[in-house]
């Protein structure tokens, strides 16, 4: 979302008549906080690898492994929590999922070493891919069905929120007070969401047994396995890119940690507007979207790799990173929503898990890659997959047709 989390609010929705005739808006609020919170803790470690590893004493490409940990575990616990659950209130799994995150943010604060870090994000992947299992599916038993499209706006504000921040402030605070501190910072602010929750959060009881016999089904139609492949090699390519984003920074301009902050600013607001531009694109074709964002991407990923040594150059060119790869996620979703619209809760699962491993994918060869060659390494993945996750969905035959 998190590159991850716009993937999936699409998860773990049942086909619930809504009965409700008054929207609970205070809890609508505590799913926004805590997409915030959740976000926000996903995206720390870019900002924070440097220290991170410089504190653990391992290199940077084995730090960038805890974004890893976290996906990998995701792929599962998207689609698992549903089903684990099922007999709790709604309402106790997201407040446990809170819990989770904080529990994961405090232990990372105080880890002596890697695997103990690497533990507190599988804790944050548990927690991250649950609560974005479960996100649409409660907000459709909080408002009435008209008022649904306005209460998952309000949920996405609160990822757009994190996105633009919790890199650029993560990076500033990180060098003021430590990477440790900002962790603890982190888990504070899931405090206050918890107490939130708390108190708006009605009681859910649960209304319906999940289902995922579907999946296989859907694994067979080639339109939805060309969704998930589009996915895991533009996505990964991504991520392979913005994990080390800050070593590229810092080794190749080098940039003070100030600047950092600024240009991950520029890219978080970047994809805030950019996630604007996809729901325009989308409107046309979300396989438009799609090729104009991967495209875009590694026509920027080449100019960062010939005059990334620029300062100016590079802080530019993230910026138009994060609003090319902004796009992406509106496309990805609307395409598998239309080759599969008669299964669209199941596909939205298939999507969490097809984000999840690619996120995992990019996090290991970026870390491979910076480690063997430096920070051109991921640079030059990021340009090559995103190129070729444009060609690969440009030159496909695979339409929208829902079969009979």
Same mark, same amino acid.
């Given at each position: ?6 993937? $999936? ?70 689609? =698992? ?9 709604? *309402? ?8 989770? &995150?904080?529990?994961?943010? +405090? /232990? ?8 103990? +870090? ?18 649409? @599916?409660? =907000? ?6 008209? =008022? ?17 921040? @919790? @890199?650029?402030?993560? =990076? ?15 888990? $504070? ?9 708390? &108190? ?6 649960? /209304? ?11 694994? *067979?139609?080639?339109?939805?396995? &060309? ?5 895991? !090699? ?24 100030? $600047?950092?902050?600024?240009? /991950? ?17 989308? @409107? ?15 026509? +920027? ?36 929503? *239309? ?47 995103? +190129?070729?996750?444009? &060609?690969? !969905? /440009? ?10």
């Amino acid at each position: 979302m998190t590159d991850s989390a716009t993937a $999936a609010l699409d998860a773990d929705v049942s086909p619930i008549t809504n009965e409700r005739t008054n929207a609970a808006w205070a809890a609508v609020v505590s799913l926004m906080l805590g997409a915030f919170s959740q976000v926000t803790a996903e995206f720390l470690p870019a900002s924070l690898l440097t220290p991170i590893a410089a504190d653990l004493g391992v290199s940077v490409g084995a730090a960038g492994q805890v974004v890893t940990a976290t996906s990998l575990v995701g792929i599962i616990a998207g689609l =698992a929590t549903a089903i684990v659950t099922r007999a709790m209130d709604r *309402r106790v799994v997201l407040w446990s999922l809170t819990v989770l &995150l904080i529990v994961s943010t +405090l /232990l990372s604060a105080t880890a002596s070493n890697l695997p103990i +870090l690497l533990l507190a994000r599988v804790l944050l992947g548990i927690s991250l891919s649950g609560f974005w299992a479960m996100a649409t @599916a409660t =907000a459709m038993r909080l408002v009435p069905a008209e =008022a649904l499209p306005r209460a998952i706006s309000l949920i996405f504000s609160g990822v757009s929120i994190a996105t633009v921040s @919790a @890199a650029p402030i993560g =990076a500033y605070l990180g060098d003021l007070w430590g990477w440790r501190n900002v962790f603890l910072l982190a888990a $504070a602010v899931g405090a206050v969401v918890l107490v939130f929750q708390v &108190l708006t959060l009605p009681r859910l009881p649960p /209304l319906t047994s999940p289902d995922v016999r579907t999946l296989f089904v859907l694994m *067979r139609r080639p339109s939805v396995r &060309l969704v998930m492949i589009a996915i895991a !090699v533009s996505i990964s390519g991504h991520f392979a890119g913005f994990t080390y984003v800050r070593h590229f920074l810092e080794q190749v301009p080098q940039l003070p940690v100030t $600047a950092i902050s600024l240009v /991950l600013l520029a890219y978080g607001v970047g994809g805030f507007f950019g996630n604007f531009a996809g729901g325009v694109l989308v @409107a046309r074709s979300a396989k438009l979207a799609i090729v104009t964002g991967s495209a875009a991407i590694a026509v +920027l990923a080449l100019v960062l790799f010939v005059f990334g040594a620029s300062g100016l150059v590079a802080g530019i060119a993230v910026g138009l990173w994060g609003f090319a790869f902004g796009v992406l996620p509106v496309g990805f979703q609307t395409w598998m929503v *239309r080759v599969a619209s008669d299964e669209a809760e199941s596909a939205g699962g298939l999507l969490v898990s097809a984000f999840q491993v690619a996120i995992t994918v990019g996090a290991v060869v970026g870390g491979i890659l910076v480690d063997g060659f430096g920070p051109f390494g991921a640079v030059g993945y990021l340009a090559a997959a995103t +190129l070729a996750g444009a &060609l690969l !969905v /440009l030159l496909s035959r695979s339409g929208g047709e829902v079969p009979a």
